[in-house]
């Protein structure tokens, strides 16, 4: 069982930055993928980024990969989504899950079976 808590959303202006925490706890099984999504109002849950356990795979979406950046600490349990250039349309709740897709599904957030409570990033034009 995993858990984790996301940290770090609020209110910014448009090109702030914000820095997304991710803290887990808990046991998972080596091989798993950390990933980040996010949901607007009245939109579907979207893809933004995830990360391989081991650090050796990275994958974006093609709306931020040039403006946002995954990392994560594994002696501190912890995966960050650094955000940059922040616009509004990134308004949204921002959810960090954790689980095993495969390298063709780690998109999809079916394939994800730990997920955080959500942290609410608003951009203001």
């Given amino acids: 069982q995993v858990q984790l808590v996301e940290s770090g959303g609020g209110l910014v202006q ?19 993928f950390m990933g980040w999504f996010r949901q607007a109002i009245g939109k579907e849950r979207e893809f933004i980024a995830a990360i391989h356990w081991s650090g050796g795979q990275i994958y974006y979406a093609d709306s931020v990969k040039d403006r946002f950046t995954f990392s994560r600490d594994n002696v501190n349990n912890t995966a960050y989504l650094q955000m940059n250039s922040l616009k509004p349309e990134d308004t949204a709740i921002y959810y960090c899950a954790a689980g095993y897709p495969s390298r063709w599904t780690v998109r999809r957030d079916r394939e994800y079976a730990y997920w955080g409570l959500g942290t609410q990033v608003t951009v203001s034009s």
Avoid: E, H, V
């Fill in 14 to 32: 448009a090109g702030d930055s914000l820095r997304l925490s991710c803290a887990a706890s808990g046991r998972a099984s080596s091989g798993y």
